[in-house]
């Protein structure tokens, strides 16, 4: 995860990337995962800023990928750091940057990883800023579970993912682009479909987010 702002960006550079933000768009909306598309209906627990909402009941999906220990401090980070915002949307991102801590990976469970800046099972970027995310939004040890999944509530939400059409930008800044960029678009895509799969929302099938 890189965090950090973008610069205003020229008129060229915008028609540059017309198309690619054209390629992200057809690929959202083949997932369904466009805002509007039934996403704020079908992951419950989504709402605004200090409002306290639904949380989902783990379906079938997620007490049979995400470890017992993990799913709890999901669903309590969810709850204690950002109610209006899903838990199965924590597990989510989770699931991508290190599939709850179980990637074989440098940076997972000490140092960097490949591209030396993040660390974690969260994958705070440490090396960013200053301040850096995890310095930010961390306490304790980007390592341990039990510290940086609350961090990650606490990002998710001071980027808006808890208000109305604030979802998709913040699980793409949590990645550290825009939704125009492709690689950021599958990101969001798979994140959304891991929460919809984990909350009992409209995917039954945790591998059709990763096919």
């Given at each position: 995860?890189?965090?950090?702002?973008?610069?205003?960006?020229?008129?060229?550079?915008?028609?540059?990337l017309?198309?690619w933000?054209?390629?992200?768009?057809?690929?959202?909306?083949?997932?369904?995962?466009?805002?509007?598309?039934?996403?704020?209906?079908?992951?419950?627990?989504?709402?605004?800023?200090?409002?306290?909402?639904?949380?989902?009941?783990?379906?079938?999906?997620?007490?049979?990928?995400?470890?017992a220990?993990?799913?709890?401090?999901?669903?309590?980070?969810?709850?204690?750091?950002?109610?209006?915002?899903?838990?199965?949307?924590?597990?989510?991102?989770?699931?991508?940057?290190?599939?709850?801590?179980?990637?074989?990976?440098?940076?997972?469970?000490?140092?960097?990883?490949?591209?030396?800046?993040?660390?974690?099972?969260?994958?705070?970027?440490?090396?960013d800023g200053?301040?850096?995310?995890?310095?930010?939004?961390?306490?304790?040890?980007?390592?341990?579970?039990?510290?940086?999944?609350?961090?990650?509530?606490?990002?998710?939400?001071?980027?808006?993912?808890?208000?109305?059409?604030?979802?998709?930008?913040?699980?793409?800044?949590?990645?550290?682009?825009?939704?125009?960029?492709?690689?950021?678009?599958?990101?969001?895509?798979?994140?959304?479909?891991?929460?919809?799969?984990?909350?009992?929302?409209?995917?039954?099938?945790?591998?059709?987010?990763?096919?």
């Open positions: 995860m890189i965090g950090g702002g973008y610069p205003q960006v020229s008129v060229r550079r915008k028609v540059q017309a198309p933000f054209v390629i992200a768009v057809v690929v959202l909306s083949g997932l369904h995962m466009l805002p509007g598309q039934g996403e704020e209906s079908a992951t419950p627990g989504q709402g605004g800023p200090g409002r306290v909402v639904r949380q989902p009941s783990p379906a079938a999906a997620a007490r049979a990928d995400i470890p220990a993990y799913l709890e401090l999901y669903q309590d980070a969810a709850k204690r750091r950002c109610p209006g915002l899903s838990w199965a949307i924590l597990a989510g991102v989770g699931k991508v940057e290190s599939n709850h801590g179980r990637a074989q990976l440098p940076g997972v469970r000490s140092g960097l990883n490949s591209a030396g800046c993040c660390a974690g099972p969260m994958q705070f970027n440490l090396t200053p301040p850096s995310t995890w310095a930010r939004y961390g306490r304790g040890s980007p390592y341990d579970p039990a510290d940086a999944i609350p961090a990650t509530a606490r990002k998710l939400c001071a980027d808006g993912a808890a208000r109305p059409g604030g979802l998709v930008p913040a699980i793409a800044g949590y990645y550290g682009k825009t939704i125009a960029n492709p690689p950021t678009a599958a990101y969001v895509a798979h994140v959304r479909c891991a929460a919809r799969a984990y909350g009992g929302g409209s995917v039954r099938d945790l591998t059709r987010c990763f096919a």
